[in-house]
C-alpha cells in the first residue's frame, strides 16, 4: 500500500493505494472509512459587498507566503498587498494603484498560478 496526499479544490484528502492486479472489472467495495478533508486555513477575510474594481494579480505562479493588506485598509501604488514565494523567493506583489482593499481572495499556503486573482482594491 502507497499513502498519498492529495489537494482537490483546496482540500486535502489523504489516501491509501492498494496495489495488486487489476482484471479491468472494479473492484468489490472494501469496509474502510473513508478519506476525510484535512483542516484548512482559516479563509482570508472578504469584502461583504463584494469586489472591487481593481484587480491585483500574481505576477508569477507560486504559494501565498503572507498577506499584507486587509480588507477596509488603504493603500498607496507599490504597497505590497500579498507576498507570493516562487522558488525560494519571497514576491511582493504590490497595488497598482491607490485605493482600499475591497477583498483578499487567496488564504496563505493557497498555490496560485500567474496571473490568478489575488486582491481587489475600490
Do not use: C, H, W
Amino acid at each position: 500500500m502507497k499513502n498519498y496526499t492529495i489537494t482537490v479544490n483546496g482540500n486535502v484528502y489523504d489516501v491509501v493505494v492498494e496495489e495488486g492486479t487489476s482484471t479491468g472489472a472494479p473492484a468489490a467495495p472494501k469496509a474502510a472509512p473513508k478519506a476525510a478533508p484535512k483542516a484548512a486555513p482559516a479563509a482570508a477575510p472578504k469584502a461583504a459587498g463584494g469586489a472591487g474594481s481593481i484587480r491585483v494579480e500574481a505576477g508569477a505562479a507560486g504559494k501565498v507566503f503572507k498577506i499584507e493588506a486587509s480588507v477596509g485598509q488603504a493603500v498607496k501604488a507599490g504597497d505590497a498587498v500579498v507576498i507570493v514565494e516562487a522558488m525560494k523567493m519571497e514576491i511582493p506583489v504590490v497595488a497598482p494603484q491607490d485605493g482600499t482593499v475591497a477583498s483578499i481572495d487567496v488564504a496563505v499556503g493557497d498555490a496560485v498560478e500567474a496571473g490568478a486573482l489575488l486582491a481587489t482594491l475600490n
